[in-house]
């Protein structure tokens, strides 16, 4: 089956950017997402990508994709200690019916001040 | 709108009891999800549904069952409980369309003992 992988651990300072990495197995994906999940919570979308995108930037978030390496990253410019928690990678199944998403372990971002 | 809420939060059963996880969606969405969360390994789909009265298995679909009666619920059940499904559940939904994207519920965690 796909597998997505990723860190398990980032720690930045306060005001650093932040860079999360993740790669996936299915060339064929159409999006890949960053979902976060903040402690006691379930996950919240926070941005995707096209796969016949190369970046996409909302605000102090940059997605990068490298379909050649198969390769997904997310920068937070200027993070702050409200974004730690736990990032997950996802790509979306090929060929399903049902939106099916296959996520990474996941990357605990821990912001110190 | 609430938009995915799940009941219980929280749940203890001693090894070979049942329960049901009920979740609720009131966005009118055609694909629901059940996933189980455990450390460093993601989210693991248990089993999925893409209309009122049919579901599929997914990645762990073993010792789960699931129903979806409505359109707006998706229940999980645990016929034997086993402490190895000691776990944070939670429960999605999504429609086809624009991104794909997956709302999920805050989580019911259970333990079994």
């Known amino acids: 089956g796909e597998d997505v992988e990723q860190s398990l651990f980032l720690s930045v300072r306060e005001g650093d950017s932040s860079v999360i990495n993740c790669t996936y197995t299915d060339s064929s994906s159409t999006y890949l997402y960053w979902y976060k999940q903040e402690p006691g919570a379930g996950l919240q979308l926070l941005t995707y990508i096209f796969s016949n995108m190369d970046m996409k930037q909302d605000q102090r978030l940059t997605v990068l994709l490298n379909k050649k390496d198969k390769h997904l990253s997310l920068r937070i410019a200027d993070t702050q200690t409200g974004d730690s928690a736990i990032y997950f990678c996802a790509e979306i199944m090929n060929n399903n019916a049902g939106n099916m998403l296959t996520f990474g372990g996941g990357t605990r971002l821990m912001v110190k001040p | ?113």
């Open chain 2, 1 to 113: 709108n609430a938009g995915v809420t799940q009941t219980p939060k929280f749940r203890v059963l001693k090894t070979g009891q049942s329960m049901t996880l009920l979740c609720a969606q009131d966005m009118n969405h055609e694909y629901m999800y059940w996933y189980r969360q455990d450390p460093g390994m993601g989210l693991r789909l248990i089993h999925y549904s893409v209309g009122e009265g049919t579901t599929a298995k997914g990645e762990v679909p073993d010792g789960y069952n699931v129903s979806r009666l409505k359109k707006q619920n998706f229940l999980l059940g645990l016929e034997s409980a086993a402490p190895s499904q000691t776990s944070v559940y939670f429960c999605a939904s999504s429609r086809p369309g624009l991104s794909f994207e997956q709302f999920f519920g805050p989580g019911t965690r259970l333990t079994v003992l």
